[in-house]
Nanobody
Framework: QVQLVESGGGLVQAGGSLRLSCAAS????????MGWFLQAPGKEREFVAA????????NYAESVKGRFTISRDNAKNTVYLQMNSLKPDDTAVYYC?????????????????????WGQGTQVTVSS
């Protein structure tokens, strides 16, 4: 069982930046593949980014490539999502997710059912 708590959300103007953090407790964080998803009101949860247990492999949604960066610090049991050049369309609740996975390359892992553990979410609002 991995418990996840997101932080770092807030209100930012278009073009601004935010860094989300997701702190893990219980379980073995360094053995997990981690992902970030977003969910806008009335829409399904959608994939943003994923990172392998080692941090050496990442995968991004096309809509955030070049703007968002996922990273992790296994010593701190934390995964991050650096979000730059934010747009109003990025407004959503952002969730981090985890699954025990020793694969060195992140392949797929872009759907919610590819993860077993979820945080409670943090709101990101981008004003125009």
């Amino acid at each position: 069982q991995v418990q996840l708590v997101e932080s770092g959300g807030g209100l930012v103007q278009a073009g601004g930046s935010l860094r989300l953090s997701c702190a893990a407790s219980r379980g073995t964080f360094s053995s997990t593949r981690m992902g970030w998803f977003l969910q806008a009101p009335g829409k399904e949860r959608e994939f943003v980014a994923a990172i392998s247990w080692s941090g050496n492999s990442t995968n991004y949604a096309e809509s955030v490539k070049g703007r968002f960066t996922i990273s992790r610090d296994n010593a701190k049991n934390t995964v991050y999502l650096q979000m730059n050049s934010l747009k109003p369309d990025d407004t959503a609740v952002y969730y981090c997710a985890a699954k025990y996975d020793w694969q060195t390359v992140v392949v797929g892992a872009t759907t919610p059912n590819a993860y077993d553990f979820w945080g409670q979410g943090t709101q990101v609002t981008v004003s125009s």
